[in-house]
């Protein structure tokens, strides 16, 4: 096995003996999803849909909607600020005996993305005792675009600053980007808003959810958004392993 | 004494040197203003030979654990260059090593990065878990071991790839005395198979182990081996 | 009197200790500044593309309202879970060396309220450059308030689950979905929202923003919640700090 498969196998083993996380990683999405759901009233409400334009949906739908890739980017954001952090100083060590720090960097994204992909799968079933996407296979991808994105904001933001620096951009961050800015409420596109991680896999989510027309662009912008976060987290790790 | 030694300085000179660091310098600043910078290592120079068992001793805060990073290549110097002949093998201060690997996984992993095959990987494993004695504890996780054998698995993790030169930060922190000699013995076999070994300690009383004692002060290395360290007394005890 | 001279003795310290080790954190301080202007000026911005509703506050308005009570929450949230997680090992040995559980507990306590207090202070200033705020100094209590009741919950979490990185995911799921719901962005009609720790504050400081009459019902109800939590927070910590939590 290569020295990256090697460090991503046992970076998901070390994943894997935190027991207590991995029921949070089956427990949280599925509570955040269902008590929106179980608290939104029953009426409907217009929308933006990307490709469709404006329409209107059930409240409790596009409420689980929104907030099934804001399960995925909390818990990928946070697992992502806290991999780096506590692995940081080992990983300098492992450095020396020879695993390159782009290997490593590779194989803790690999864990992030077995992350993001099991929070999104988690939050997709949830999502599903409500409302069934249009296209659940395209809206997954969005779902895990999304914690991957947000995954590799926490990499960076936990290469950077210290932990409780780290949890505060996580609290506030995700809920800005995702509930604030790329509500699909807003009559009128924030001018921030397409420069935030969540813009485009949200916009692919929101057309898979409600339609079974979707915009690839937005998937394909999305992608490229987050080769430029993980080109950034890159160049920290270098630069931290190398003090 | 006088007589072993002269032969050791005369074989020495002829030893292949593996490790040589010119003038080595390296501050810890703040990028806040009205905040200390600390000049750690000013103009230190050093050369490791082949098979010598190098001793460096110094006040707390004098750079002896910068200098060992800045050798293994753990940290970049300021100014100055470090070049290395052979494989390097580091046992850090604190046992940096992934709490909730077994014993064995984490000999997989870092063999993995020296490059080492699985059969090389698990000899190694059983041939130091036999020699430092935890061969109990390979299926437990790390942070399930007691502090001693922590070390001995730090100190192994360095160990294991038979390398060139071994850098060795306070080896011997919770070590029983049986484990203490056994390290000393395989310090032995190493210097016989040609490996370099540098020791941080605080406790160089056992001087005739070590071919040289090097004492960091103010920035730069001087070599106490003769007259003994600024720090200690005459048996070199701190 | 010896008695209440040390009590007073041992919390100065352990405050003061507190304090300074968070202020050598430069990044620690900045994000404590920084923070709340720019949470309530995004929050007021970008709310302000959301639809007029048949409220009497403008969306903009409405969100730098949620935005201050969101900035006032979580950041003395954040600070007592990390204090409790990162400084266990330490009350253990202050334990140990004579400073009773509850007196650390209060001496944590104290310094969220100092936490909660800059933040408040800091928040409704930056607010009312963003909109008209009737009752200031209501305003500010309630922030203060909050900030407290969100660094019990921070404690709470983090004597249960003493690991950052479990205590931080509960942590955060937990503030954000009480800001969602509270924040008043989507209407909701269950009583289950009630259960949330911003739901009174957030209806008080609401009023006090409007210069309205702060609704009896909701400052009985956010105090009780208030006085229940903080009972609860000091029996789990004091009881839990010594066994190392759930985990342990």
Redesign the interface.
């Known amino acids: 096995?290569t020295?990256a498969g090697?460090?991503f196998e046992?970076g998901l083993?070390?994943y894997a003996?935190?027991p207590v996380l991995l029921v949070l990683l089956l427990f949280l999405p599925a509570y955040f999803v269902l008590v929106f759901t179980a608290v939104m009233p029953d009426q409907s409400v217009l929308i933006e849909v990307p490709v469709q334009g404006r329409m209107r949906v059930a409240m409790t739908s596009m409420t689980a909607v929104l907030m099934t890739p804001m399960a995925s980017a909390l818990i990928s954001g946070v697992a992502g600020l806290f991999l780096m952090q506590s692995?940081k100083?080992?990983d300098?060590?492992?450095t020396?005996?020879?695993?390159s720090p782009s290997a490593i960097l590779v194989a803790r994204s690999s864990v992030l993305a077995v992350v993001a992909v099991t929070a999104g799968i988690v939050s997709l079933v949830v999502l599903s005792l409500t409302y069934v996407p249009e296209r659940a296979g395209w809206f997954l991808a969005a779902t895990v675009l999304t914690g991957l994105q947000y995954g590799a904001v926490g990499v960076v933001v936990g290469l950077v600053v210290n932990r409780l620096a780290g949890v505060y951009v996580l609290m506030f961050g995700p809920l800005l980007d995702i509930f604030i800015a790329q509500s699909p409420l807003a009559t009128e596109t924030p001018a921030i808003a397409p420069y935030l991680p969540s813009h485009y896999p949200l916009q692919l989510a929101f057309d898979a959810a409600f339609t079974v027309r979707i915009d690839l662009t937005n998937g394909w912008l999305g992608a490229g958004y987050l080769l430029g976060l993980w080109l950034i987290a890159t160049y920290t790790l270098y630069r931290q392993l190398?003090? | 004494m006088s007589e072993s030694r002269d032969q050791s300085d005369r074989q020495s000179s002829d030893r292949e040197v593996v490790l040589h660091g010119s003038d080595l310098h390296k501050a810890y600043d703040s990028l806040?203003p009205f905040s200390r910078s600390v000049s750690v290592l000013n103009g230190a120079d050093i050369e490791i030979q082949a098979g010598e068992i190098l001793g460096i001793v110094g006040a707390n805060g004098s750079g002896k654990s910068t200098l060992m990073k800045l050798l293994?290549?753990?940290?970049?110097p300021d100014e100055g260059a470090v070049s290395k002949a052979g494989r390097?093998g580091?046992c850090?201060q604190?046992d940096?090593?992934?709490?909730?690997?077994t014993v064995r996984?984490t000999f997989?992993?870092?063999g993995?990065?020296?490059?080492m095959d699985q059969d090389a990987i698990a000899a190694a494993c059983d041939r130091l878990a036999s020699r430092l004695d935890f061969e109990e504890f390979l299926d437990y996780?790390v942070d399930q071991l007691s502090g001693g054998n922590r070390q001995k698995v730090n100190l192994s993790?360095a160990l294991m790839h038979e390398p060139d030169v071994l850098f060795l930060d306070e080896p011997y922190t919770g070590f029983d005395w049986e484990t203490y000699l056994a390290f000393w013995d395989l310090t032995e076999d190493l210097k016989a198979r040609g490996t370099a070994v540098m020791i941080i300690s605080h406790l160089i009383n056992e001087r005739e182990r070590f071919d040289r004692i090097l004492e960091i002060a103010d920035g730069t290395l001087t070599d106490v081996t003769d007259t003994g360290s600024t720090q200690a007394g005459g048996a070199g005890i701190r | 009197m010896n008695g209440s001279g040390e009590l007073s003795d041992q919390l100065s310290i352990g405050l003061s200790a507190t304090i300074r080790e968070f202020l050598r954190q430069?990044i620690n301080l900045a994000f404590l500044f920084i923070l709340p202007p720019v949470v309530i000026t995004s929050y007021g911005s970008i709310l302000s593309t959301l639809p007029e509703t048949s409220m009497a506050t403008s969306p903009g308005a409405m969100g730098a309202t949620a935005g201050t009570l969101f900035v006032a929450a979580f950041l003395p949230a954040v600070i007592g879970l990390f204090q409790v997680i990162s400084a266990r090992r330490a009350d253990d040995r202050l334990s140990l060396a004579g400073f009773p559980r509850n007196v650390l507990f209060v001496t944590r306590l104290l310094a969220v309220f100092v936490s909660s207090l800059l933040t408040a202070t800091i928040s409704i200033v930056v607010l009312t450059t963003r909109t008209d705020v009737h009752a200031v100094l209501t305003g500010g209590c309630i922030l203060v308030f909050v900030g407290v009741l969100y660094g019990l919950i921070g404690m709470l979490i983090g004597a249960v689950l003493p690991r950052e990185l479990e205590g931080s995911l509960v942590l955060i799921f937990l503030v954000d979905m009480d800001e969602a719901l509270a924040s008043g962005i989507m209407e909701t009609d269950s009583s289950l929202t009630k259960l949330f720790p911003l739901h009174y504050p957030h209806n008080l400081f609401q009023a006090a923003v409007e210069g309205n009459a702060l609704a009896t019902g909701d400052l009985i109800a956010a105090v009780l919640y208030g006085v229940l939590l903080l009972t609860s927070v000091l029996i789990v910590y004091t009881q839990l700090t010594e066994r190392g939590g759930v985990l342990a």
């Open positions: 096995m020295k090697t460090t046992m083993r070390e003996r935190m692995a100083a080992v300098g060590r492992l020396i005996a020879g695993v190398h003090i | 806040l293994v290549g753990a940290i970049e390097v580091w850090p604190e940096l090593l992934y709490d909730r690997l996984e997989r992993l870092f993995a990065g020296y490059g996780r993790i | 430069p």
